[in-house]
């Protein structure tokens, strides 16, 4: 049975972000006080006692500067409300009502969902009690939570499934799969292709996406996960700490990833970012696909020249097989999950203590031995770690 969906909404700044974090008891969304910084629906399944439901985060209504990112990330909240089987209106206590907060209470009156009224930031019992003023929302009571403080948290989960459908975890493990790049490379756009949905923001404009956001879907049965990352550029033009936790979240996304998607732009050079970010994914060891994107664009372009030219710049990814994709048309996307799904089987395989050593010893006797004046190396003995 397909999990129940819980939207977390509410204006800019009132903790949504917060308490989704504190729900999940990690950090999975970038938290700022800055506002707009989430944008993309962060999702995340949270579990609690035999039940689990899917926890989503949405972009906070207004105060974005550009009106056609405004447009998009409302389409993104109305998309996840239209979706979610519960929502959580998430109120700022120390900030009162707004009358902002009443136009989305409005909204949110006709959408005819089951909801609960969150106020937040009620980190003391006598600010907690400022909490009665949201009755006028006619939402019916609000519960005082502080998401920084974790407070009310165990309260808001039995809240929340009280009015849910009662459906156990997933059995299987989804196939966990990292999408990196540099910016601009296309990695929105293919996820979006992957889930079948414009869940992922995508706009001409770099640095659109800026957490690290997982997505799921199915493909020939099998569980996934596409991890959307922020576009990466030099370190030394990373202006602020939104970018600096961009960065840090791609990073950890590659390292929590089964396998690994490393976009390139067949439109453009490999760049010293696209180098450093070969080399991180090197030194974790991850099943990774060298996937050239937009090679619909790339009209003379010829496979076997591009794949010399990724092995001249790219050296220490010689491993890696190459897919030449266009996440625009969706051309080639379906065999590259099908060799991602084969890459992260061959990561998982155990192999016996003796096999490891008759290959050992197999490369042993293939050896020529150091030439004259030389130690000859010596074996030993071969064991899985």
């Given at each position: ?31 700022e006080?800055?506002?707009g ?30 009106a ?5 990330i ?23 009502l ?18 609960i ?7 003391t019992?006598?600010?907690?009690q ?31 499934l ?12 989804p ?7 540099k910016r ?30 997982d ?8 569980g ?10 030099k ?31 067949a ?47 790219l ?10 994709i ?17 890459l ?39 064991a899985?770690?």
């Amino acid at each position: 049975m397909t999990l129940p969906i819980v939207a977390i909404v509410g204006r800019p700044n009132v903790g949504k972000s917060s308490l989704f974090n504190s729900l999940a008891r990690r950090r999975v969304a970038i938290v700022e006080p800055t506002s707009g910084v989430t944008r993309d629906r962060v999702s995340t399944i949270i579990t609690h006692g035999k039940w689990a439901f899917e926890l989503v985060d949405t972009g906070g209504y207004g105060l974005e500067k550009s009106a056609a990112l405004a447009k998009e990330i409302t389409r993104q909240i109305e998309e996840a409300i239209t979706a979610a089987d519960l929502l959580i209106f998430v109120t700022d206590v120390r900030a009162g009502l707004l009358p902002l907060d009443a136009q989305i209470a409005e909204m949110l009156r006709h959408k005819k969902k089951p909801l609960i009224l969150a106020a937040n930031k009620a980190d003391t019992e006598k600010i907690a009690q400022a909490a009665q003023e949201f009755f006028r929302l006619g939402l019916g009571e609000p519960l005082p939570v502080s998401a920084q403080e974790h407070l009310g948290r165990l309260e808001l989960l039995e809240a929340i499934l009280k009015k849910l459908p009662q459906v156990a975890p997933p059995e299987a493990q989804p196939l966990k799969l990292a999408i990196v790049g540099k910016r601009n490379v296309g990695k929105s756009t293919l996820v979006n292709r992957l889930i079948g949905e414009e869940r992922m923001l995508t706009s001409p404009y770099p640095g659109t996406t800026r957490d690290s956001v997982d997505c799921p879907f199915q493909y020939r049965g099998q569980g996934f996960i596409a991890i959307d990352t922020a576009g990466l550029r030099k370190k030394r033009k990373v202006r602020d700490s939104i970018e600096f936790y961009s960065i840090a979240r791609t990073h950890h996304s590659i390292r929590r990833a089964e396998a690994v998607l490393f976009l390139l732009d067949a439109t453009s050079v490999i760049s010293q970012v696209d180098k450093a970010l070969g080399k991180f994914i090197e030194s974790q060891f991850k099943p990774v696909i060298i996937t050239v994107n937009k090679w619909d664009l790339a009209k003379d372009a010829h496979p076997e020249e591009f794949e010399k030219y990724i092995a001249a710049h790219l050296p220490g990814l010689s491993f890696a097989p190459i897919s030449f994709i266009s996440a625009r048309t969706g051309k080639n996307i379906s065999a590259t999950l099908h060799l991602a799904q084969s890459l992260a089987q061959q990561a998982n395989s155990k192999i016996s203590t003796g096999k490891l050593n008759r290959i050992l010893e197999e490369a042993y006797r293939g050896y020529a031995g150091p030439g004259p004046g030389k130690a000859r190396w010596e074996r030993y003995f071969m064991a899985r770690r």
